[in-house]
């Protein structure tokens, strides 16, 4: 049986992929029923989804290829193919290292952001809505088509160039809508919290092989 993933950031363009992919829109599944899928899939099944960004977090993401797995079904992702799993393809074991440690990096961050800033309920709550998306964009864009995976050197070159993206991000999303006092130390905490977690992750990427 084939399912189709949909999530907020799916439209028009995503319903006709699924659509030309013949799958019945009774399986159409909503990412607010992913628990409720994990339990459905069966050997044989395929789940089409159009990129790892979809997902909530990139913990998600792996957490769920791994109950697909688990079931014996298969995932095909439309905008990161080289993630494709099911029918006896298997994450290596430094892409699965590096799915990991991204997920990781989401929780090292967001406690260390929370435990230093001492923001209430709504500002921790934005803090994890920061990074989570930070650290999905990151995984979507590091395993695209296009992106750091078949691109050699010019693509730890833009993994250094990301990096620099999440700091910038962090400085914007964080410190300015929570109006801390001083950018300067906002910027500082967005280093400490991002550059330590991330480094020996070029070396990482250095070794997965297509």
């Known amino acids: 049986m084939m399912y189709a993933m949909i999530f907020e950031k799916d439209g028009k363009t995503s319903l006709a992929y699924f659509k030309g992919k013949k799958i019945a829109q009774s399986n159409y599944v909503p990412v607010s029923r992913l628990q409720q899928l994990v339990k459905a899939l069966n050997a044989s099944d395929v789940v089409h989804v159009i990129s790892t960004d979809r997902f909530p977090s990139a913990g998600v993401f792996v957490a769920f290829a791994d109950e697909v797995l688990k079931a014996g079904a298969s995932m095909k992702i439309l905008e990161q193919p080289y993630l494709d799993i099911g029918n006896g393809r298997h994450y ?26 001492k923001l209430n309920p709504a500002g921790n709550q934005y803090v994890y809505r920061c990074i989570t998306d930070i650290t999905a964009g990151i995984l979507a864009k590091t395993y695209a088509s296009d992106g750091i995976m078949h691109r050699g050197n010019r693509g730890i070159s833009w993994f250094h160039n990301c990096r620099g993206m999440v700091i910038i991000s962090l400085v914007l999303l964080v410190a300015v809508p929570l109006q801390l006092h001083t950018m300067p130390c906002a910027g500082f905490l967005c280093l400490w919290c991002v550059l330590l977690p991330l480094q020996g992750k070029s070396q990482l990427l ?5």
């Open 206 to 210: 250095g070794k997965i092989r297509l």
């Open 92 to 117: 290596k074991a430094s892409v699965e290292e590096h799915l990991k440690a991204l997920a990781r990096l989401k929780n090292t961050n967001i406690n260390r952001l929370v435990s230093t800033l």
